[in-house]
């Protein structure tokens, strides 16, 4: 059974700096995508970052040039370093791995921007 676990949420400052990490359990035997997206209280989930089996990466315009999605197959884990942090960028923030009906999410972390 696929299983995710984020961590590196935290509290930081307006302009500072957080990158999460995506750990990814259990076996998988084709490609797969990866994705990290965000949920703001009273708003819907929404995509931030993409990165694809064959590398290639897509970010939300909200985030471009701010945030930067990676992923390291020998361990296993997607990463998302983000920058210049904005209040708006308040939310809890979720990996997603998808491979044809493979469909998983990890619990979420909570990243809080605020002077």
């Known amino acids: 059974q696929v299983q995710l676990v984020e961590s590196g949420g935290g509290s930081v400052k307006p302009g500072g700096s957080l990158r999460l990490s995506c750990a990814i359990s259990?076996?998988?035997?084709?490609?797969?995508?990866m994705a990290w997206y965000r949920q703001a209280p009273g708003k819907q989930r929404e995509s931030v970052a993409v990165?694809?089996?064959?590398?290639?990466?897509s970010y939300a315009d909200s985030v471009k040039g701010r945030f930067t999605i990676s992923r390291d197959n020998a361990k296993k884990t997607v990463y998302l370093q983000m920058n210049s942090l904005k209040p708006e960028d308040t939310a809890i923030y979720y990996c997603?791995?998808?491979?044809?009906?493979?469909?998983?999410w990890g619990q979420g972390t909570q990243v809080t921007v605020s002077s």
């Open positions: 990165f694809t089996w064959s590398a290639s990466t």
């Open positions: 259990g076996s998988i035997f084709s490609s797969y995508n």
């Open positions: 997603n791995l998808k491979s044809g009906r493979l469909d998983v």
